[in-house]
């Protein structure tokens, strides 16, 4: 069974602070997909990682996938209060997309 | 359409009734899911469709939940006989094809079994 575990669970920091959520796997991915979810939305789409080794940034958020395309990082800079919601990576090993269990950050002001 | 569209977007039901849950999925996306999930948790995958293919029904909980996608389009979620414990948000999403499998999601059908 192909599994993305996700750690942190729960995250909680004040404004200002920076974090990594980690999605890590034992299996090979072709790419590996970040989504944010606010409260009352569905998930959103943050990023595609496809290479290894890649990094993308967006704004604060800085995404990695690991060399060997089996893990992936998100790192927030200088978290703000709008950073809040539940994190999630997902991958389609076989076509058909699975997700890990998801990172609820919340941000202090 | 422009994007996942889900209704309703609130559902209250008692015990015991069943609902229908729709989901029209963006124009040209082959495939789709419905997941469902309960406050502050991930999401449970429940139904994949992909194009004429027969859909993976391995996260359905039980026999009394059901789905069909008429068309290669429209989807619809059934849960016969609900119960309090299928009380959840239930996702429906959409991706382009079996290689591009970015995710759009509806907004969600909140269920609320009484």
């Known amino acids: 069974t192909q599994l993305l575990e996700q750690s942190p669970q729960f995250l909680s920091i004040q404004e200002g602070e920076n974090l990594t959520v980690y999605c890590n796997s034992s299996s090979v991915f072709s790419s590996l997909q970040w989504y944010r979810q606010e409260p009352g939305e569905g998930p959103v789409l943050l990023v595609t990682?496809?290479?290894g080794g890649e990094v993308k940034k967006l704004k604060r958020l800085t995404f990695q996938f690991g060399d060997a395309r089996k893990d992936s990082s998100l790192h927030i800079t200088a978290a703000q209060p709008g950073d809040t919601g539940l994190y999630l990576c997902?991958?389609?090993?076989?076509?058909?997309?699975?997700w890990g269990a998801g990172t609820k950050l919340i941000i202090k002001p | 359409g422009a994007g996942v569209s889900q209704s309703p977007s609130n559902k209250v039901t008692e015990k015991g009734k069943d609902v229908e849950l729709r989901c029209d999925p963006i124009s040209g996306h082959t495939a789709l899911y419905w997941y469902r999930q309960s406050l502050g948790q991930g999401l449970e995958f429940l139904i994949y469709f992909q194009g004429n293919s027969a859909p993976d029904k391995s996260g359905l909980p039980s026999d009394r939940f059901s789905a069909e996608r008429t068309g290669g389009s429209v989807s619809t979620l059934t849960i016969q006989r609900t119960q309090q414990e299928d009380s959840a948000v239930y996702l429906c999403a959409s991706s382009l094809n079996r290689v591009n499998t970015e995710a759009f999601f509806g907004q969600g059908t909140r269920l609320t079994v009484v």
């Open positions: 997902a991958g389609a090993p076989n076509y058909q997309l699975i």
């Open positions: 990682v496809v290479t």
